[in-house]
């Protein structure tokens, strides 16, 4: 497509629920980045991937949050047993191979109550 | 662990008047990326910044590179309600690659009152 895709744009969920959050990067883009935002700040690095390999998932803050990309395009993000803490913007971004720049989606805004 | 501040962190200001908002980090930057983000969407890329002392234009809004690059200004001439939006700015890791992990700062708040 055209731009990068996120869907839902807005999911509240209550404390304890999974939930799985979905990308859409630009065609033919090989990386793929997930970020997270909480209200009033800047975004944080969560996961990297390189078509279907997660080369980094240095940034998911516990093992309740888990990212895959099984065929190298849509990636989706999943958090179990949510938390009021998880509450944020979940942004993706892609990138093509050749160049640096990121193109980000429109985000997810979680709320877990 | 590289930390990137910048100030103010809230501005509101008339519409036609002029601004500027600062972006410093506690090492060098490799490039420094600015990115404006408006309510409800994702971040969109302004500019990169390479050459310490650089200075870019893009219609109403100049970005400087410090001499020693760490730190950098935008400033923005005569601003208009669209300019409404975060203000981020953003450090790209020096490997060329596709995977460059973009750090980014907390951002300025701008609000341009009509």
């Known amino acids: 497509g055209a731009g990068v895709s996120q869907s839902p744009r807005y999911k509240v969920a209550k404390r304890g629920q999974d939930v799985a959050l979905r990308c859409d990067p630009i065609?033919?883009?090989?990386?793929l980045f997930w970020y997270q935002q909480a209200l009033g700040q800047g975004p944080e690095f969560l996961t990297y991937?390189?078509?279907?390999?997660?080369?980094?998932k240095s940034g998911l803050p516990s093992d309740r949050f888990f990212a895959e990309r099984p065929e190298g395009s849509v990636s989706t993000l999943k958090i179990q047993r949510t938390q009021q803490e998880d509450s944020a913007v979940y942004l993706c971004?892609?990138?093509?191979?050749?160049?640096?720049?990121?193109?980000f989606g429109s985000g997810t805004r979680l709320t877990v109550v | 662990t590289q930390l990137l501040e910048q100030s103010p962190q809230f501005l509101s200001i008339q519409e036609g008047e002029n601004l500027t908002v600062y972006c410093n980090s506690s090492s060098v930057f490799s490039s420094l990326q600015w990115y404006r983000q408006e309510p409800g969407e994702g971040p969109v890329l302004l500019v990169t910044v390479v050459t310490g002392g650089e200075v870019k234009k893009l219609k109403r809004l100049t970005f400087q590179f410090g001499d020693a690059r760490k730190d950098s200004s935008l400033h923005i001439t005569a601003a208009q309600p669209g300019d409404t939006g975060l203000y981020l700015c953003?450090?790209?890791?020096?490997?060329?690659?596709?995977?460059?992990?973009?750090?980014f700062g907390p951002g300025t708040s701008l609000s341009v009152i009509p």
């Open positions: 953003a450090d790209l890791p020096a490997m060329k690659t596709s995977y460059d992990k973009v750090i």
């Open positions: 065609s033919g883009h090989v990386s």
């Open positions: 991937f390189q078509n279907e390999a997660q080369l980094d």
């Open positions: 971004a892609s990138s093509s191979d050749v160049d640096y720049g990121y193109t």
